[in-house]
């Protein structure tokens, strides 16, 4: 059976997702997409293994019940937390997101690494695994304590956002450090607010087109790959909040508002 026209499935605890579903669209437009926002337990990052996994499970039955071919965690949380167990559960591929804190460290000149993350992705076992191999790397881990939720606020661009940022970014400039990791799908959105914080010469550094491309390449090692050229349908699903998943995606996209 070919599933090549089945729709690429994403999911996250918020609309933070949908810069990761944003660079997937760019590269393979022809592709259909469901977005699945849940919002309504957002933030993921506060949240324990347990209840991050049975999250993840009941979002990725939602996809899978669209019949959905390949289903993307679009959320550094749910992918630290529960991508292992997700592909021992089911047969589909899963794409996850972590921290680029790899890259950062073959890039950076000064030794020093800043990553601003959730609790639960610096608490967790993946990303330990990931430091461990770093020699002579100096990581700075900064939790972002209220940042997802003031995005899925809607409050981008406000005061206490900045505050935030301030208070969490200006230790690591301090400690000299030359790249920042995101390492939430959310923050990518607090870029050009972060941008008047951090002098020029830090490297901001997310994952979200290292994402796209290795989605494509798994879509094209298993054949699933959509070489219709049509005009693809891009469907987002959301708990709550809509009117702020319009704001951050455009009034052209479908959302629907759904309890799941």
């Not at 669209?25 to 977005?35: A, F, K, R, S």
């Not at 455009?250 to 508002?257: A, I, P, R, S, Y």
């Amino acid at each position: 059976m070919d599933s090549s026209k089945n729709p690429i499935g994403l999911f996250d605890s918020g609309i933070g997702g949908t810069s990761i579903w944003r660079e997937i669209n760019n590269l393979m437009p022809n592709e259909d997409t469901i977005y699945l926002a849940d919002s309504k337990n957002a933030p993921y990052g506060q949240k324990s293994k347990e209840e991050i996994l049975h999250l993840s499970i009941k979002n990725t039955e939602f996809l899978l019940e669209q019949n959905c071919k390949l289903i993307v965690v679009a959320c550094n949380t749910a992918t630290t937390n529960a991508i292992k167990e997700l592909r021992e559960k089911y047969s589909i591929p899963f794409i996850g997101i972590e921290p680029a804190i790899k890259p950062a460290a073959l890039q950076t000149k000064t030794g020093t690494v800043g990553i601003l993350a959730t609790k639960g992705t610096l608490n967790s076992e993946l990303f330990h695994k990931t430091v461990a191999g770093l020699h002579d790397i100096k990581i700075m881990e900064q939790v972002g304590y209220g940042l997802v939720q003031l995005i899925e606020d809607g409050k981008l661009g406000s005061a206490e956002l900045d505050a935030l940022l301030e208070e969490y970014l200006r230790p690591m400039i301090n400690a000299d450090i030359d790249c920042l990791v995101l390492g939430c799908s959310h923050y990518p959105y607090l870029i050009p607010q972060i941008k008047k914080i951090v002098p020029p010469h830090i490297r901001i550094i997310d994952s979200g087109e290292a994402v796209a491309r290795q989605t494509k390449k798994i879509l094209e090692k298993n054949n699933l790959l959509n070489k219709d050229n049509h005009k693809s349908s891009q469907v987002f699903y959301t708990n709550a909040n809509p009117a702020v998943l319009h704001m951050i995606i455009g009034n052209q996209h479908t959302v629907v508002e759904k309890d799941f």
